[in-house]
């Protein structure tokens, strides 16, 4: 496949509630810095490389954005790249934000927001991306406990008109029936991928039962979380890679993919060949025999 015909559309669509995205997106987290994401100390990007980026994406036809307020390097934010490389927006692309973490200027984590914080961080990301609203805002949750009293304040910014839909980050399926209780879910962020949290696979298949589109974050990386993924693979993956001349992120993608039609992958780089490697895998159609055989390692 050459680069004049790789697009995000060969992916298949899904719709977060009224609006439609290829299912093939890209995630801002690593387009600020090189190396490892989400530290204090990081290297930042070249300006020009990380702006290319995003536009090459938006030609590859890239219409889902997943970015955070808290992605940022020294000298870089990942919302004020994509403000400067994409605005005035095209009037399909839609950019999904996160709330709830917040980090101090030099880079160090603070408290995750309370429900009265909430607003200031979506006033944050407007002001940044230069929104007068924002598509998808995800609640990004950390314990057990109940989200109510925070989602609710996120539903009634939904109410205001300064949220146009609500997701949900790092949850349980009790969360999931919690925050539905309050105001509609379009999706839930999840850590997820091929070998990575098998547990998940049930929940998975219920959020695609109840129409909630499922983000899996770290489908790539795995293990490497936030430096992004190591050299080499599982055989079973290679084996794979070797036989559709694709390399193993491209398998990974394709395999979760499988997962179901309302599984939307947002993988980020900030390289141009690896974003239409990424892209490109959304063509790649996996055999019966080889989804056994990864399946198989998924549940080792």
């Known amino acids: ?58 030609e590859l036809g890239v219409n889902h954005i997943d970015t955070a307020a808290f992605y940022f390097s020294p000298l870089r934010s990942a919302n004020e790249l994509i403000s400067r490389a994409l605005a005035p927006y095209p009037e399909d692309l839609v950019i999904a934000t996160k ?10 984590w603070l408290p995750h927001a309370t429900a009265g914080q909430l607003r200031g961080q979506v006033e944050e990301n407007l002001r940044q991306l230069g929104r007068d609203h924002l598509d998808v805002v995800n609640l990004r949750v950390v314990g057990t406990g109940s989200i109510a009293e925070r989602f609710g304040a996120l539903a009634e910014l939904r109410e205001a008109g300064l949220i146009r839909h609500l997701g949900i980050s790092n949850v349980t399926p009790a969360h999931l029936a919690e925050a539905q209780e309050i105001a509609p879910v379009v999706c839930v962020q ?15 298949r219920s959020c695609g039962e109840q129409g909630v589109a499922f983000v899996p974050f770290y489908a790539i990386a795995a293990g490497g979380r936030e430096a992004g993924a190591g050299e080499g693979d599982h055989p079973e993956v ?10 193993p992120a491209q398998v990974r993608i394709a395999w979760t993919l499988h997962r179901g039609p309302h599984v939307l992958l947002i993988p980020g780089t900030g390289k141009p060949t690896h974003l239409e490697s990424n892209v490109a895998a959304g063509a790649l159609q996996l055999s019966e025999p080889e989804l056994a055989l990864l399946e198989a390692l998924h549940r080792r």
């Open 238 to 247: 290679m084996t794979v890679a070797r036989a559709h001349g694709a390399t």
């Open 99 to 108: 709330v709830g973490p917040s980090r101090d200027a030099s880079g160090e």
């Open 1 to 58: 496949m050459t680069s004049q015909t790789i697009n995000a559309a060969a992916s298949g669509t899904w719709s977060l509630g009224d609006l439609t995205v290829n299912r093939i997106g890209f995630g801002a987290m690593r387009l600020p810095q090189t190396g490892e994401a989400l530290v204090a100390d990081a290297v930042p990007r070249d300006r020009a490389e990380a702006i290319g980026v995003l536009r090459r994406a938006v």
């Open 190 to 204: 999840n850590m997820y991928g091929l070998g990575v949290r098998p547990e998940q696979d049930a929940f998975v």
